[in-house]
């Protein structure tokens, strides 16, 4: 009976090690995706994002804080250590890959695909998710064009710019555009969309003419700005579509 008890209580100390990893590995990742540029995350929003109270999340983050994960300074915020951004990004890839299988391969909508990426993450290993990434084709992006972070053998950190930094006859793929509900709309039915790859035709002032799946398409600059992009490289069919495209500046202002 002693060795039953034993053996119960070292199960129970097992389950709670692996709920407070669960809850560090939370603590990080919303830190990372919720963090303003090179600004401490005050600790008010990270509370709220994770529906808790500003003592649990100031407890919290003084342990995380001794494990060497973060930097807590009282009435500022919390930032990542070198530590806890690979430790962050190891999970949020594992998250976003997830999203990418569900929403691509099973139907699902991202809210519910979301939802069940936040019990996966957890409990993927390492060999399962570098599986799902070469099932998935390596995806740079989840389906709301958010950037999955690469795995430890992913090579250098990808470099984005806005689309108007591109030139007559640069392709760029596109990975995340900043934008409301409306523009997003029109930039899906257009073939802008996070993955697909786009060749500027046109460059003026106001705006820019781009190649994409769905043909010609011409951007005001102000919606242009927002739809961030990695550059690829020119090939001699851009450059033909570049000199045979009917006009060197866009045709519109559509938003």
Request: aromatic fraction near 6%.
């Given at each position: 009976?002693?060795?039953?008890?034993?053996?119960?209580?070292?199960r129970?100390?097992?389950?709670?090690?692996?709920?407070?990893?669960?809850?560090?590995?939370?603590?990080?990742?919303?830190?990372?995706?919720?963090?303003?540029?090179?600004?401490?995350?005050?600790?008010?929003?990270?509370?709220?994002?994770?529906?808790?109270?500003?003592?649990?999340?100031?407890?919290?983050?003084?342990?995380?804080q001794?494990?060497?994960?973060v930097?807590?300074?009282?009435?500022?915020?919390?930032?990542?250590?070198?530590l806890?951004?690979?430790?962050?990004?190891?999970?949020?890839?594992?998250?976003r890959l997830?999203?990418?299988?569900?929403?691509?391969?099973l139907?699902?909508?991202?809210?519910?695909?979301?939802?069940?990426?936040c019990?996966?993450e957890?409990?993927?290993?390492?060999?399962?998710?570098?599986?799902?990434?070469?099932?998935?084709?390596?995806?740079?992006?989840?389906p709301?064009g958010?950037?999955?972070?690469?795995?430890?053998?992913?090579?250098?950190e990808?470099?984005?710019?806005?689309?108007?930094?591109?030139?007559?006859g640069?392709?760029?793929?596109?990975?995340?555009?900043?934008?409301?509900?409306?523009a997003r709309?029109?930039?899906?039915?257009?073939?802008?969309?996070?993955?697909?790859v786009?060749?500027?035709?046109?460059?003026?002032q106001?705006?820019?003419l781009?190649?994409?799946?769905?043909?010609?398409?011409s951007?005001?600059?102000?919606?242009?700005?927002?739809?961030?992009?990695?550059?690829?490289?020119?090939?001699?069919?851009d450059?033909?579509?570049?000199?045979?495209?009917?006009?060197a500046?866009?045709?519109?202002?559509?938003?």
């Open positions: 009976m002693s060795g039953f008890i034993f053996w119960v209580g070292l129970m100390s097992e389950t709670m090690r692996e709920y407070l990893s669960e809850s560090v590995q939370m603590y990080l990742v919303t830190v990372l995706r919720l963090r303003p540029e090179g600004q401490p995350l005050p600790l008010s929003e990270l509370a709220e994002a994770l529906s808790i109270s500003p003592v649990s999340a100031n407890e919290m983050c003084r342990k995380l001794d494990q060497g994960l930097t807590y300074r009282p009435y500022k915020g919390v930032t990542l250590t070198e806890g951004e690979r430790r962050a990004s190891h999970t949020l890839r594992r998250h997830w999203e990418v299988f569900l929403v691509e391969k139907g699902f909508d991202f809210e519910r695909a979301h939802a069940s990426a019990a996966l957890h409990a993927t290993p390492d060999p399962v998710a570098e599986r799902l990434n070469v099932f998935l084709d390596h995806p740079s992006v989840n709301r958010e950037p999955i972070p690469r795995g430890d053998a992913g090579g250098p990808r470099m984005l710019v806005p689309l108007t930094a591109l030139q007559v640069q392709r760029a793929h596109v990975v995340r555009r900043d934008v409301t509900d409306a709309a029109f930039l899906d039915a257009q073939g802008i969309a996070p993955g697909e786009l060749t500027v035709v046109g460059v003026a106001d705006g820019l781009v190649s994409s799946g769905g043909g010609d398409v951007l005001a600059r102000s919606l242009a700005q927002v739809v961030e992009v990695e550059m690829a490289p020119a090939t001699d069919r450059m033909e579509a570049v000199s045979t495209s009917p006009g500046g866009p045709r519109g202002d559509e938003e």
